[in-house]
């Protein structure tokens, strides 16, 4: 028996030693030791972007928190060479941008192994410090899990307590947030109040102030946000273009909504995009609208770089911003390239598709009003995208 079981332990392969050796109960103590905590920490980020930190990546962390040099790692079943050329730098790349998406970091640091607990150390125990989870705010919200950590606040799930414990979602502004983010607050807030109940919008249940900050909470959406199927930054599947109408045509049901109220979302971009599990899209994140009815000489710059329109940059608010993005949006989705990464047309200013893209003309004329350079060119209103768009249907 005992040559069987050393027999069968040879052929395991080194990530399934691995995942022994990580899934082996901490001896010496019940708590949750440092590298663990480290652990608990990413493993939500990677997870969030549908990435995990597998068995190998876990004992690079070990190693580098622990100070100890790659060799230590040999006996794992993998060659140092490998993990020096191959899995650490593409761990530390990983890292490093997912700290930066989350502006833990500057977008100028970069995560090593000689800076790793430098860099990681103090943002765990800063946000122990702001760690809400497990309290119950207002006396109505429990706050169940941390879902985002921001520079100037947290974003939590929580549940409604006298909603019969029905999920939320709870944004949290410090005090100390400059005057634009607390303006963007406001604003997201005031949008929503206006807004109403939409199957495709999340409906606000509290906007509150305490001790500790700003809290906003919205109904929970339960699904999966847009840019997990196309990156904001990076290279995805194209899809077919019967996909592609139906993206759009769902979004433009909610935008003429939002704009039947004189309100503009203005950022329209696939991470504040969410389907749900019956494949219905909602839009989330309003806290770059701007409500047509005020102050139309409040000309502040909003949006995201490729996908916001032009005029945008100057501040001129229009019902026809949205539909630029959404023709950005289209666009990305039948060829799989982020904005950024658009052919222009320099003398027109109009997005020159790859050749290979499959596309009716149909649709094509559709996309190219819709994201016309100059504004005044393109379709002023949804109902007008809407007329044509009902012909490919």
């Known amino acids: 028996m005992k040559e069987m079981i050393q027999t069968v332990n040879s052929l395991q392969s080194p990530v399934s030693r691995l995942m022994m050796r990580n899934s082996e109960p901490n001896k010496n103590t019940t708590e949750m030791t440092e590298v663990e905590q480290v652990w608990e920490f990413l493993e939500p980020l990677f997870f969030k972007r549908g990435i995990s930190l597998n068995p190998l990546q876990k004992e690079i962390i070990r190693c580098s928190w622990n100070n100890e040099i790659y060799d230590s790692l040999e006996g794992l079943g993998f060659s140092v060479g490998f993990i020096k050329r191959i899995v650490a730098p593409a761990l530390w790349k990983s890292i490093t941008r997912v700290l930066r998406e989350e502006k833990l970091i500057k977008n100028n640091d970069k995560v090593q192994k000689k800076n790793f ?91 509150f102030e305490d001790e500790t900050g700003f809290f906003l909470v919205h109904q929970f959406i339960s699904g999966t946000p847009l840019n997990n199927q196309l990156s904001e930054h990076e290279t995805s599947s194209p899809w077919n273009e019967t996909k592609v109408i139906e993206l759009i045509g769902q979004v433009l049901t909610v935008l003429d909504f939002i704009h039947k109220r004189n309100i503009i979302h203005r950022d329209i971009k696939p991470s504040n995009l969410i389907i749900k599990p019956d494949g219905e899209i909602v839009i989330i994140n309003f806290g770059s609208v701007k409500n047509l009815d005020k102050n139309n000489n409040d000309r502040t710059f909003k949006g995201t770089r490729g996908y916001m329109a032009p005029e945008q940059i100057y501040g001129i608010p229009t019902q026809s911003n949205d539909l630029y993005s959404l023709a950005m949006l289209g666009i990305q989705a039948l060829t799989g390239l982020p904005p950024l990464d658009f052919k222009i047309n320099y003398k027109n200013g109009q997005i020159i598709l790859p050749k290979q893209t499959i596309i009716s003309k149909e649709l094509k004329m559709i996309l190219e009003k819709m994201g016309h350079y100059d504004f005044q060119q393109r379709y002023q209103s949804v109902s007008e995208v809407l007329k044509d768009f009902k012909k490919i249907l």
């Open 117 to 207: 607990k430098l860099v990681i150390e103090p943002i765990i125990k800063y946000e122990k410090k702001q760690d809400f989870v497990g309290y119950t705010i207002a006396n109505r919200f429990k706050i169940l899990s941390l879902n985002k950590r921001g520079e100037f606040g947290n974003t939590y799930i929580g549940e409604d307590l006298e909603l019969n414990n029905q999920r939320c979602f709870i944004k949290q502004l410090r005090f100390k947030s400059n005057t634009d983010i607390q303006k963007n607050f406001q604003r997201e807030a005031g949008a929503l109040y206006q807004l109403g109940w939409h199957r495709q919008i999340p409906g606000l249940l509290a906007h």
